[in-house]
């Protein structure tokens, strides 16, 4: 994703628009079941409450990013002139978007990587306090 966001900051060849979106939206695909397969290890009993709501979550995203991608890129709702084209300085802002969310998605990137664990610890250290308990 911060690629993706770093190519449409970077550039002003459309194709290479088109492509950092669709790469975009590849990854975005992609990111559902590594979620989905980690959650479902973390909380086995309760797969199916849990795959429904993060696919909620997931599909409410995009409803919610509308409404602050309109705020930011284009606030006064110019339209497109007459050559299907918006002003420049609607453009300018779309570039600034991209280079807000790529920082943005940097930085969400970063922390998971510092907050994850991996469950086998936890699930070692569970056994261990059971085992202890049942010693006493």
Do not use: R
């Amino acid at each position: 994703g911060v690629c993706c966001h770093l190519i449409i900051y970077f550039t002003k060849q459309f194709w290479l628009i088109m492509l950092g979106f669709v790469l975009y939206g590849f990854g975005i695909g992609m990111g559902y079941y590594p979620i989905l397969k980690t959650t479902w290890k973390y909380f086995p009993e309760k797969k199916g409450f849990l795959t429904g709501l993060i696919l909620c979550v997931f599909g409410l995203c995009p409803f919610a990013f509308t409404s602050i991608s309109d705020a930011v890129i284009n606030p006064d709702g110019i339209g497109m002139g007459k050559d299907g084209f918006y002003p420049d300085d609607v453009s300018e802002n779309m570039k600034t978007f991209a280079l807000i969310m790529a920082i943005t998605m940097g930085a969400c990137g970063v922390l998971s990587q510092i907050l994850m664990f991996p469950i086998d610890n936890i699930i070692s250290t569970d056994n261990k306090k059971l085992d202890e308990q049942e010693e006493s």
